[in-house]
C-alpha cells in the first residue's frame, strides 16, 4: 500500500530528528529539507502530501517559501514556527497555509493537525454530516441538533456554523469569515463577527467561558472542534 | 533648543506639543483677540467714564499680562506692547486720533509697559521651560524605574532558568553515561525529570515573551476590544492541556463582556494566576475562577482553596527581589516572577491586581477598566 509522504522543511536537527522518528513510527513516508530552495525542488520532484514548513530558515524566509509554492500547488502546507506574533501567523494563513503549529509542540497535536490537513486536501463531498459530542449539524437540510434537540440560529448564525464546520479542525481567520459571510466590503472591524460568535456560543455551549465546539485563537481567528464523522485513520489514503 | 531636542528624543511627546506653526498661529489669534477686547473695553469705558486714562492703560496691561502667559517667545508681547502703547497715544488720550509723543508723562507709560511686559514673557517663558523639565525628569525617573525593574527580573530569572537546566544537563549526560546500567524504571524517571524540567522552563520563556510586549519606556500596550469569554476561554483551554486533571469551576456574566485590552497578555496573566493556584494551594479541591461585572470595571478572581499564602509572602507578593533571600530554590520558585510579570501587565492595563487568604486559601483579584484610562492612550 502506498504511504503517506510527508516533505519536512527545517532546519534544525534536534527537531527534524524527533519528526523524523515520529512520522517514521506512524507508519509515513517522510523526506527531510534542511532549507527553503531544497524545499522547493523536493517539492516538486517528491510529490509529498502534506509539507511541514518551518518559517525561519537559512536561506529564504518560510512565508516567501509558502507564496512560491502556491503559485503551483495546492498540497496542504503546515507552518511550524517559533514566532509568536498574531500577525504572524494571520499573513501565513492568508497566504494558504492550512495551519499552523507553534514551537515548542507535542508529537501527538503534530499528528492531530497532519491528519486533519490531510482530511481536508481529501474533501468529502458536501452534503454529509457533522457530528462531534453532542452536537450534529445535517447541511442537507440544515438542521442543528444539540443533544438530540434542535437549535435555532440565524441566517448569519447558521453561515458562520457550517463555515467553521466545513473546516472543522483548522484555523479560520478573522479576515477570512469576515470576506465569506459579509463579503469583501464589509470594514475590516470585526466586532459584528465577535458578537455573532458570542451568540452562537451562548446557544451550543454550556459554559462559553469553557467552550466544546467553537474555540478562538486570540488575535487569529477560530477553529471548530473535530468532526467525528470524518476521523478516517492515516492507512486510508 | 530644548524642545526640538525633547520632541527628537520621545516621539510619543511630539503628539502633545503642536507643530511650531499652529503654535505660531494660536499666538497670533490670541494676540490679535486680546487686543481687540483692550481696546473695545477702554473705548467702553472712555465712553462711560471720559478723561480717566490711568484706567485705558490697566485694560491694555491686562492684555499684555495674558498674551504673555499663552503666547510663545518674546516677540508677540514686545509687538503687542508697541501697539498698546501707540493705540493709547492714538486713540485714548488728546489730541484723540493723533499721534503725539509729546504728551506729558508718555515716555514714562511707554518705558514702565514695555519693561513690565519683557519681565512677565521672561517669567512664563521660564515657567513653560520649567514645567516641561519637569515632565522630562519624571520620565527618566519612570524609565530609571522600569530599567530597574527589568534588571531585577533578569537577575531573578537568570539565578531560576540554572536550576532545572542543571537537572536537564544532569539527567541527560547520566542517561547518555550509563544507560546500560540503568533500570527502565531509572531510565523513566530520568526522562520524566527532563521532560518537566524542560516544561518549565518553556513556561518562563512565555512569561518573558510577554513582557516584551509591553513596550520599553512608557509601559504602554496596544489594546483592542476583545469579548472576555474568549480569552478566558482560551486561556482555560491552554491551562488544561498543560495540566488535564486541575479542576477549575469558571462563573462569567451572561452577559456579552468586551473591554479594551492586550488579549495575549491578560491570557498570560490569567494562566499565571491559575497555574499558581493549582501548583502551589497544596489542595485538589477545585478552584474558581470568577469573572464579576462592575460599572466601571471587570474584575477576575482566582479562589483556591488550599494552604493560604504566608505571612511573609503576604508582605512582598509582587516583588521579584524576594528572590534574592533564601526562599528562592524553595518548591515556590517561579511564582514571584509569574506574580510580578502579572502585575506588570496589569498596570501596563491601568488596572489593579491584588491578593489576600480568605477562609480557606488564598485569593487573587484583578481588575480591568472598561473604557477611560485604557483606551485615552492610543
Request: one cysteine or more.
Given at each position: 500500500?502506498?504511504?503517506i509522504?510527508?516533505?519536512l522543511i527545517?532546519d ?16 509515513y ?19 509529498p ?8 530558515l ?15 500547488s ?18 501565513a ?10 514551537k515548542p509542540?507535542?508529537t501527538?497535536?503534530?499528528m492531530a ?6 482530511r481536508?486536501?481529501?474533501a468529502?463531498?458536501p452534503?454529509?454530516?457533522y457530528?462531534t459530542?453532542?452536537l ?23 453561515q458562520?456554523l ?7 479542525g483548522?484555523?479560520l ?20 463577527l465577535?458578537?455573532?460568535?458570542a451568540?452562537i456560543?451562548?446557544k451550543l455551549?454550556?459554559?462559553?467561558a469553557?467552550p466544546?465546539?467553537v ?23 | ?35 481687540l ?10 465712553h ?39 493705540a493709547i ?27 513690565i ?21 519624571e520620565?527618566?525617573l ?18 531560576d ?10 539527567n ?26 524542560s ?16 513596550q ?32 477549575i ?30 501548583v ?8 474558581d ?17 488550599g ?9 512582598n ?11 528562592s530554590?524553595?518548591?515556590r ?32 483579584c ?13
Amino acid at each position: 500500500m502506498n504511504k503517506i509522504k510527508v516533505l519536512l522543511i527545517e532546519d534544525d536537527r534536534s527537531i527534524s530528528n524527533f519528526i523524523t522518528a515520529t512520522m517514521d513510527r506512524e507508519g509515513y513516508k517522510i523526506m527531510h529539507a534542511l532549507n527553503g530552495r531544497e524545499g522547493l525542488s523536493l517539492s516538486t520532484s517528491f510529490c509529498p502530501n502534506v509539507i511541514l514548513l518551518d518559517l525561519g530558515l537559512p536561506d529564504m524566509d518560510g512565508l516567501d517559501v509558502l507564496q512560491k509554492l502556491r503559485s503551483w500547488s495546492d498540497v496542504p502546507v503546515i507552518i511550524i514556527s517559533a514566532r509568536t506574533k498574531e500577525q504572524e501567523k494571520v499573513s501565513a494563513l492568508d497566504l494558504g497555509a492550512d495551519d499552523y503549529i507553534t514551537k515548542p509542540f507535542g508529537t501527538g497535536e503534530l499528528m492531530a493537525r497532519i491528519r486533519t490537513s490531510l482530511r481536508h486536501s481529501h474533501a468529502q463531498t458536501p452534503g454529509h454530516v457533522y457530528k462531534t459530542l453532542d452536537l450534529e449539524i445535517d447541511f442537507e437540510k440544515r438542521l442543528i441538533r444539540l443533544r438530540g434537540e434542535e437549535v435555532h440560529l440565524t441566517q448569519i448564525e447558521y453561515q458562520l456554523l457550517t463555515l467553521l464546520a466545513e473546516n472543522s479542525g483548522r484555523v479560520l481567520t478573522y479576515s477570512y469569515i469576515m470576506n465569506a459571510i459579509w463579503g469583501p466590503y464589509m470594514d475590516n472591524n470585526n466586532q459584528i463577527l465577535r458578537v455573532n460568535m458570542a451568540n452562537i456560543r451562548r446557544k451550543l455551549e454550556q459554559n462559553p467561558a469553557q467552550p466544546q465546539y467553537v474555540f478562538t485563537e486570540i488575535g487569529v481567528g477560530y477553529r471548530m472542534r473535530e468532526n467525528e464523522n470524518g476521523a478516517i485513520p492515516a492507512e486510508r489514503f | 533648543m530644548f524642545r526640538s531636542l525633547s520632541v527628537k528624543k520621545s516621539p510619543r511627546k511630539s503628539f502633545r506639543l503642536k507643530p511650531p506653526f499652529t503654535r505660531h498661529a494660536i499666538s497670533i489669534l490670541i494676540c490679535a483677540a486680546c487686543m481687540l477686547c483692550a481696546t473695545l473695553a477702554s473705548f467702553l469705558y472712555q465712553h462711560i467714564v471720559p478723561d480717566n486714562h490711568a484706567n485705558v492703560a490697566l485694560f491694555y496691561i491686562l492684555a499684555l499680562v495674558i498674551i504673555a502667559r499663552w503666547t510663545v517667545g518674546y516677540s508677540y508681547g514686545i509687538a503687542c506692547t508697541l501697539f498698546s502703547v501707540i493705540a493709547i497715544n492714538y486713540l485714548f488720550t488728546y489730541p484723540y486720533y493723533k499721534i503725539n509723543f509729546t504728551l506729558t508723562g508718555y515716555p514714562i507709560t511707554f518705558l514702565l509697559m514695555s519693561g513690565i511686559t519683557l519681565i512677565l514673557c521672561t517669567m512664563t517663558s521660564h515657567m513653560t521651560i520649567q514645567s516641561e523639565m519637569i515632565a522630562e525628569r519624571e520620565k527618566r525617573l519612570a524609565e530609571a524605574e522600569m530599567e530597574k525593574m527589568r534588571a531585577n527580573l533578569l537577575r531573578a530569572i537568570s539565578h531560576d532558568l540554572r536550576t532545572p537546566l542543571t537537572g536537564i544537563i544532569g539527567n541527560s549526560s547520566l542517561f547518555l553515561e550509563s544507560q546500560n546500567d540503568l533500570s527502565s524504571t531509572e531510565q523513566r524517571t530520568i526522562m520524566t525529570n527532563i521532560y518537566e524540567d524542560s516544561n518549565w522552563l518553556l513556561n518562563m520563556v512565555e512569561n518573558l515573551l510577554s513582557v516584551t510586549r509591553i513596550q520599553g519606556d512608557s509601559l504602554s500596550i496596544n489594546t483592542t476590544e476583545e469579548p472576555v469569554e474568549e480569552v478566558v476561554g482560551e486561556a482555560l483551554e491552554k491551562l488544561e492541556k498543560r495540566y488535564p486533571d486541575a479542576a477549575i469551576r469558571v462563573k462569567i456574566p451572561e452577559e456579552f463582556l468586551m473591554i479594551p485590552m492586550d488579549a495575549v497578555l491578560i491570557e498570560q496573566v490569567t494562566i499565571n494566576l491559575l497555574e499558581n493556584a493549582i501548583v502551589h494551594s497544596g489542595s485538589i479541591l477545585p478552584i474558581d475562577f470568577i469573572v464579576e461585572d462592575h460599572p466601571e470595571h471587570v474584575s477576575f478572581i482566582v479562589r483556591d482553596y488550599g494552604k493560604g499564602l504566608s505571612e511573609e509572602k503576604l508582605q512582598n507578593l509582587f516583588e521579584t527581589s524576594t528572590y534574592n533571600n533564601s526562599q528562592s530554590s524553595d518548591s515556590r520558585k517561579g511564582m514571584g516572577i509569574g506574580l510580578s510579570i502579572c502585575k506588570t501587565i496589569i498596570t501596563a492595563h491601568h488596572g489593579t491586581l491584588s491578593g489576600r487568604n480568605h477562609a480557606d486559601g488564598a485569593e487573587f483579584c484583578f481588575t480591568l477598566p472598561k473604557v477611560g484610562a485604557v483606551a485615552s492612550e492610543k
